[in-house]
């Protein structure tokens, strides 16, 4: 898994799967929070107009496609993989994204077109962040060799 492409306008949060739960760094886990709940039986009316997912892969990149609901500010995405892995990340407008965790991978780019990005505790050859209008944060242990870290047309780039 080298490629994650996200479409929702919700919070998302990027994070490496568990080492311990996923020994062979072969698996991605994509969930959908509801922030309200529902009953524990859940009726079919209960589901409609909700947001929903839908997830492919095409050889080494995961594909996560969400259909908006009625209500998206309802809704949150989590999507765990593997943190040796590269990760490229572009979501739509409006959604917040929240990248940490990821250790030991060539890259890491994340593009949200008018959402805040939030980056921590990475260790990466390369680290692109971007933001049309959004605010980008980057806190934490950040180990990496070339940065690039770009607002609309404002841009900060740094080697070593």
């Given at each position: 898994?080298?490629?994650?492409?996200?479409?929702?306008?919700?919070?998302?949060?990027?994070?490496?799967?568990?080492?311990?739960?996923?020994?062979?760094?072969?698996?991605?886990?994509?969930?959908?929070?509801?922030?309200?709940?529902h009953?524990?039986?859940?009726?079919?009316?209960?589901?409609?107009?909700?947001?929903?997912?839908?997830?492919?892969?095409?050889?080494?990149?995961?594909?996560?496609?969400?259909?908006v609901?009625?209500?998206?500010?309802?809704?949150?995405?989590?999507?765990?993989?593997?943190?040796?892995?590269?990760?490229?990340?572009e979501?739509?407008?409006?959604?917040?994204?929240?990248?940490?965790?990821?250790?030991?991978?060539?890259f890491?780019?994340?593009?949200?077109?008018?959402?805040?990005?939030?980056?921590?505790?990475?260790?990466?050859?390369?680290?692109?962040?971007?933001?049309?209008?959004?605010?980008?944060?980057?806190?934490?242990?950040?180990?990496?060799?070339?940065?690039?870290?770009a607002?609309?047309s404002?841009?900060y780039?740094?080697?070593?």
């Amino acid at each position: 898994m080298q490629s994650i492409l996200l479409e929702l306008s919700t919070i998302i949060q990027v994070k490496p799967a568990g080492t311990l739960e996923y020994p062979n760094l072969d698996k991605a886990i994509v969930k959908l929070y509801s922030k309200t709940g529902h009953s524990s039986k859940l009726e079919h009316s209960d589901v409609e107009g909700r947001s929903t997912l839908e997830t492919a892969q095409a050889g080494s990149n995961l594909q996560v496609l969400a259909k908006v609901g009625q209500n998206p500010g309802n809704d949150a995405i989590s999507v765990e993989v593997p943190l040796v892995h590269a990760v490229n990340i572009e979501v739509g407008s409006g959604a917040d994204v929240d990248v940490s965790g990821f250790m030991e991978s060539d890259f890491c780019q994340v593009i949200a077109h008018s959402g805040k990005v939030t980056a921590s505790t990475i260790k990466t050859s390369k680290l692109s962040v971007k933001s049309q209008t959004g605010d980008i944060h980057c806190t934490g242990q950040l180990q990496v060799r070339q940065i690039l870290v770009a607002i609309d047309s404002i841009q900060y780039q740094s080697y070593d």
